[in-house]
């Protein structure tokens, strides 16, 4: 199942909830999380990619490996464009990132840390002290700012190394 299949089905059983607040704010906590572990995820995908493309060992017991493995967090600023760097370099990735379209771009790292923190404040909670968070509906809209920044920054990174030779080839 899709990250995004998963946030339309805990929109649907959110809206069936009734007057069950408790499980009301399950489906929202729960949809928080599957979409931050998504991100978790994909970041992951893309570092990984890159480094099989330009024949860096990616490796659990590598240095990037144990780059990858002790990332906690998914801020683009904070966690992500670390791994980009120490793979491809900060001076592809700079370029990279004048690339994007600007919009797309801030809205991406905007909605990363705003996730970011919506996710640090429910992680360290139960359902009962848990404070009020986005719908499911919420997340799917995020989902969508999300992947349309993957989608950009994966464009780019794919244009620019094809200017550069792979040594696997």
Request: aromatic share 8%; hydrophobic share 40%; net charge neutral.
């Amino acid at each position: 199942m899709t990250v995004k299949a998963t946030l339309d089905d805990l929109l649907l059983r959110s809206n069936a909830t009734g007057a069950d607040q408790v499980l009301f704010q399950y489906f929202h906590k729960l949809a928080l999380i599957e979409l931050c572990g998504w991100i978790e995820v994909e970041q992951d995908k893309i570092v990984n990619n890159c480094a099989a493309h330009l024949g860096v060992s990616n490796d659990p017991k590598s240095y990037l490996g144990e780059k990858v493995k002790l990332n906690y967090g998914f801020t683009y600023e904070n966690h992500f464009l670390g791994l980009l760097s120490l793979v491809c370099g900060l001076g592809i990735v700079e370029k990279v990132e004048k690339e994007i379209d600007a919009q797309v771009f801030e809205s991406f790292k905007a909605t990363l840390r705003s996730l970011k923190t919506k996710r640090n404040s429910l992680a360290h909670t139960h359902l009962g002290a848990a404070p009020a968070t986005d719908s499911p509906s919420v997340c799917l809209a995020n989902y969508q700012t999300i992947q349309n920044g993957f989608n950009a920054l994966v464009e780019q990174l794919r244009l620019f190394q094809q200017l550069a030779p792979n040594p696997k080839k």
